[in-house]
């Protein structure tokens, strides 16, 4: 048993310094460096994005809710998008390169580029534009994107390596470009049933210019034009085949009302100069919101495809007086015609002011939800 000892301890004394010769090795050879910076640099790469990545999740949540709000928040949304990125990165800097969607409220063409669709992107939006617009259902769908990318103090935009340029012809790498993105949708949640709705729709344009954007609602008596001058709602186009130059069209009813659900309807209209068909009707419903000063909805819309409007919701209108005409275009009628902006000649209106509906009224135009998409 003393000799097995001894040749134990001696095979002992042999492998000293075999580990340091092993190391040595591997170090002369730049396999340490390499594993080095494959498990450091990569590793902070991946730790810079989800950085990024976390900024950009609340830079676009935040800018989804403000664009959700009305158009006056989303004025602000560079501002907003950069304090939110910067907020959730640990150095507090992050470039925030892109902040692009599409608001239906403002047009139906999205502002942001062609989709970079490669696998392999990690500063790609997760999915595609067209599914988070389908997964986010029926109506005026709209979306944010939010791109991020690194931003070093000195102002550089590279991630520098850290054991990478220790490595044989790495002193000229300058790092690695880091980015991330956030996509968030938002819609007008459908209603249970349908919405008792006066029989004209009114363009989603003249309604943010009657009420700031959807943000001020004053209580002055304004002209919303049937047949009448374009130049009354500045900066509207004029719509066709609803029989209205500007403002709003009649839609197809026998009693001047419709029963919608929104924001999934569409509604035909009816030419303007055959609103005579409507007259009656039209007088007895309008009679009676001035009477009760109960607000009656209009039924808001986009977009038009032939004789059809795409209904994004409604908001209740407030009815002080009206100007119809009862036989093409001629003989007109009046009640409560206001001393200052009121129609003339063969101009048809009504008079009065848009009310806000509660955030929390679904099918109202303005309300809506929200989900993270990509």
């Known amino acids: 048993m003393r000799r097995l000892n001894t040749i134990f301890r001696r095979n002992r004394r042999g492998d000293r310094g075999a580990v340091t010769a092993l190391v040595a090795i591997l170090l002369t050879g730049g396999v340490l460096l390499g594993m080095g910076a ?20 609340a830079a676009a949540w935040a800018v989804a809710n403000q664009c959700a709000a009305g158009l006056s928040p989303c004025a602000a949304y560079t501002a907003s998008a950069q304090s939110y990125a910067n907020l959730n990165a640990s150095d507090g800097a992050v470039t925030v390169s892109l902040v692009c969607g599409l608001n239906p409220k403002i047009s139906p063409t999205s502002t942001c580029p062609a989709e970079n669709t490669s696998s392999t992107s990690l500063s790609r939006c997760i999915g595609t534009r067209a599914a988070a617009i389908a997964a986010a259902g029926s109506g005026a769908v709209g979306y944010v994107e939010v791109y991020t990318s690194t931003r070093n103090p000195d102002g550089s935009t590279l991630l520098p390596p850290v054991f990478a340029r220790a490595l044989a012809g790495g002193s000229n790498t300058d790092g690695t470009p880091v980015g991330a993105c956030s ?82 309807n569409t509604a035909g209209g009816t030419a303007g100069l055959l609103s005579a068909l409507l007259f009656t009707s039209c007088t007895t419903v309008l009679n009676a919101a001035v009477t009760s000063g109960t607000p009656v909805n209009f039924p808001i819309y986009d977009t038009l495809s032939g004789g059809t409007a795409h209904l994004i919701g409604y908001a209740p209108f407030v009815v002080t007086g009206w100007r119809l005409t009862a036989v093409l275009g001629l003989l007109p009628q009046t009640r409560n015609e206001p001393a200052v902006g009121a129609c003339t000649g063969t101009e048809q209106c009504v008079y009065g002011y848009f009310k806000p509906l509660p955030r929390s009224v679904p099918g109202s135009y303005g309300v809506t939800t929200l989900k993270r998409a990509g």
């Open 183 to 264: 996509r968030v949708t938002w819609n007008t949640p459908a209603v249970v049933g349908p919405v008792a709705s006066f029989a004209a729709a009114v363009t989603a344009c003249v309604y943010n210019g009657l009420t700031t954007n959807g943000t001020l609602y004053p209580a002055t008596v304004r002209p919303i034009h049937i047949l009448g001058d374009n130049a009354a709602h500045t900066g509207c186009p004029a719509p066709t085949l609803l029989g209205a130059r500007s403002g709003f069209g009649w839609l197809d009813s026998s009693d001047c009302t419709r029963n919608l659900t929104y924001p999934s």
């Open 38 to 57: 494959l498990v450091v640099d990569v590793g902070r790469i991946y730790a810079e994005r989800e950085e990024l990545l976390t900024g950009a999740d």
